[in-house]
């Protein structure tokens, strides 16, 4: 069966920390994606990735296809960063299939 | 370059009643992708659709149903809606199948 979990489901921490957020699928995959979702609804797709590592500004996505793991980590946090994060897997049936999300609140 | 259009943004609905959700995706994409988002489950996927075939369906009942137009344009449409349809409508545009999704802002349907 093809699934995804994300840990943790929500997490708190002050400016500046190092964030770090998992997500383990269970089959292997074509690709990951890494979103984000502010209040309101609106998703950002923050990193598509089927190998290695990829760094946008103070995001970075790593993924590991042996332990069928990815995280995604946030240097020097922001309270703007407060969002939930999604991961979503493609499997070899082509379907997106997201995690549940993490729910991340920075406090300044 | 304009971003993912979806209209309209807020739709009150009763039981029984049909609806048609529509999707502009960024120029030039000629991918698009329907989600369904709610508290319960979470992001679902609904369909993808590519040059005006749809490519893949999500485990939804056959109430469910989509276009797409030549215009890459697309629309969905839910009938007989049901309590359980409220939620947030997503579509997300790519330039090929398996490229960077973009999102729209969505589509909150209200099922009364």
């Known amino acids: 069966k093809n699934e995804v979990e994300q840990s943790p489901q929500n997490l708190t921490a002050q400016e500046g920390e190092f964030i770090t957020i998992n997500c383990s699928y269970s089959?292997?995959?074509?690709?990951l994606h890494w979103l984000q979702q502010h209040p309101g609804g609106g998703i950002v797709s923050l990193f598509m990735?089927?190998?290695g590592k990829k760094k946008h500004g103070r995001l970075i996505a790593t993924i590991n296809i042996q332990e069928k793991h990815s995280s995604l980590h946030i240097t020097a946090s922001h309270p703007r960063d407060s969002a939930v994060y999604i991961c979503?897997?493609?499997?070899?049936?082509?379907?997106?299939?997201f995690g549940t999300g993490t729910r991340l609140t920075i406090i300044p | 370059k304009a971003g993912v259009t979806q209209t309209p943004r807020y739709l009150i609905k009763t039981r029984g009643q049909q609806v048609t959700l529509s999707c502009s995706p960024i120029?030039?994409?000629?991918?698009v992708s329907w989600y369904q988002q709610t508290p319960g489950q979470g992001l679902q996927f609904l369909f993808e659709?590519?040059?005006?075939?749809?490519?893949n369906k999500g485990n939804f009942p056959g109430r469910f149903s989509g276009r797409q137009f030549s215009n890459s344009r697309s629309e969905m449409n839910v009938s007989t809606l049901e309590l359980g349809d409220s939620a947030l409508y997503l579509c997300?545009?790519?330039?090929?199948?398996?490229?960077?999704?973009?999102f729209g802002p969505g589509t909150r349907l209200t099922v009364l």
């Open positions: 997300a545009s790519s330039f090929g199948e398996s490229d960077t999704q973009y």
């Open positions: 089959v292997g995959i074509s690709a």
């Open positions: 990735l089927s190998s």
């Open positions: 979503a897997a493609v499997f070899g049936n082509e379907k997106l299939t």
């Open positions: 120029s030039g994409h000629r991918s």
């Open positions: 659709y590519f040059s005006e075939t749809q490519r």
